[in-house]
């Protein structure tokens, strides 16, 4: 178990899918996307968002609305059709596309004729070298007739958002799913070649307990998923409104928060997880746990991944592109980034060029969040060492001349360990989620 100390987790921290965060990008210079497009070379992964669900849940902060209204998903599917096109023609000879990600959203609230389409535009457009195909789903919207075309694509990684098994939380943050639903989604998914297949869960829900977490990791075990991701809710109805729905009383308290979380690591690590980074947990033959162990887990803009790319270009409103020298961001409101993207004209003037320091910070921050362990240069070590101190002195962390190391009791730490050496933070006062 771990110990709390709650004036160390009293500052809320980025979740450091890039460095610097989004929270810090500003506009960007005409031109400054397709550049590096134009520049990158070797493997290349590729992200594609569909910002649609058929139903919205109440708790989700992603750029997302309903697929119920037809024109809209249709214009914004043509300009995504566009967009492929468009990047296709601006990458090098010698780039090879090796990973392929669906998200959204719920890819699977388009229709199988128009996702069907979209592999197509990337097979005619892209340079595909048997690329890995992953997506996300939603299981009240993953029908049988899924489960063909999953296979003719050759996905073999899926994660679908179970978030919960436990009914009375399911129904206060409006994603209702029967026990039933995610089982049949499991066997679709399995039958259709998915080898790797992650549950999303969530702690600090609206009333819920810690046996209604424990029972939700019960059920992920016995179901069998390779993967698990355990987030812990980020209510901030100021800056997600729908969120509103969800009555602040009834959540856990900071402390049951961390005793939470506490105990979903200890309960997967008793069920023979891996524990990878600071939330994710994967089964020893998963390819997450191998990079976890071999020392190459990465972090980018979808989460930890064993992906070695260091260009992964983002398609659709709001996804995110990220190069060594450059972040950039699609235009998020879908309707000018169709106006955008459907006259071949790339959305992304939101972003950063990373700096050297930048990338010398961030190669600090993604080594304690991947591998709990960093070689800090000096004068970084220096301006954290009165912040680092508490940490060290409670044995939450070790440092040895310049190897700063995260040591097992510091996991629940890493994310405030890691904003010590984030310049950014010491600039702006921005509101995060909760660092546990």
């Not at 592999?119 to 997506?135: C, K, R």
């Not at 729908?242 to 928060?257: D, W």
């Not at 191998?290 to 260091?310: M, V």
Request: hydrophobic share 45%; net charge neutral; glycine share 8%.
């Amino acid at each position: 178990m771990w110990t709390y100390h709650p004036d160390l987790l009293a500052t809320p921290v980025p979740r450091y899918t890039s460095y610097p965060t989004a929270a810090d990008f500003g506009p960007l210079e005409d031109g400054a996307i397709e550049r590096a497009i134009a520049e990158a070379s070797g493997d290349i992964s590729l992200y594609l968002h569909i910002p649609f669900c058929e139903k919205i849940c109440y708790y989700c902060g992603c750029n997302t609305g309903r697929s119920g209204k037809r024109a809209r998903v249709e214009s914004y599917l043509a300009a995504l059709h566009q967009e492929i096109a468009t990047v296709a023609g601006l990458l090098p000879q010698g780039a090879r596309v090796r990973r392929i990600a669906f998200g959204g959203g719920s890819p699977n609230a388009i229709l199988l004729s128009e996702f069907r389409a979209l592999v197509d535009a990337l097979h005619v457009h892209f340079p595909l070298f048997a690329p890995q195909w992953s997506i996300e789903l939603d299981p009240r919207s993953l029908t049988p007739d899924w489960a063909p075309v999953l296979a003719e694509v050759g996905i073999t990684r899926a994660s679908m958002g179970v978030q919960t098994f436990a009914v009375h939380c399911q129904k206060a943050i409006g994603r209702e799913q029967s026990l039933t639903m995610i089982c049949r989604g499991v066997e679709l998914l399995r039958g259709a070649g998915v080898t790797s297949l992650n549950f999303d869960l969530m702690y600090g829900l609206p009333h819920q307990s810690e046996a209604d977490l424990e029972d939700s990791i019960a059920y992920t075990v016995k179901l069998g998923a390779d993967r698990v991701a355990v987030f812990g809710y980020a209510h901030v109805p100021h800056l997600v409104p729908r969120q509103s729905m969800i009555p602040e009383g009834a959540l856990p308290g900071a402390a049951a928060r961390f005793m939470m979380a506490s105990a979903a690591h200890t309960q997967l690590a008793g069920a023979g997880y891996r524990a990878v980074g600071f939330d994710h947990f994967a089964l020893p033959h998963d390819p997450m746990a191998h990079a976890a162990k071999d020392g190459t887990l990465r972090r980018n803009f979808q989460g930890f991944t064993d992906d070695p790319s260091e260009v992964l270009i983002g398609l659709g409103a709001s996804a995110i592109s990220g190069f060594p020298g450059l972040l950039a961001q699609n235009q998020k409101h879908t309707g000018q980034y169709r106006a955008l993207a459907g006259e071949g004209r790339l959305s992304a003037r939101h972003g950063l060029v990373r700096a050297p320091e930048d990338q010398r910070r961030g190669a600090v921050i993604e080594a304690l969040l991947c591998r709990h362990e960093a070689v800090v240069p000096d004068d970084l070590i220096a301006a954290a060492a009165e912040r680092l101190a508490p940490f060290v002195e409670r044995s939450l962390a070790r440092l040895d001349g310049n190897r700063l190391t995260i040591m097992p009791g510091g996991l629940p730490y890493a994310r405030v360990i890691a904003a010590l050496f984030d310049s950014y933070r010491a600039a702006t006062a921005r509101q995060f989620s909760s660092a546990i």
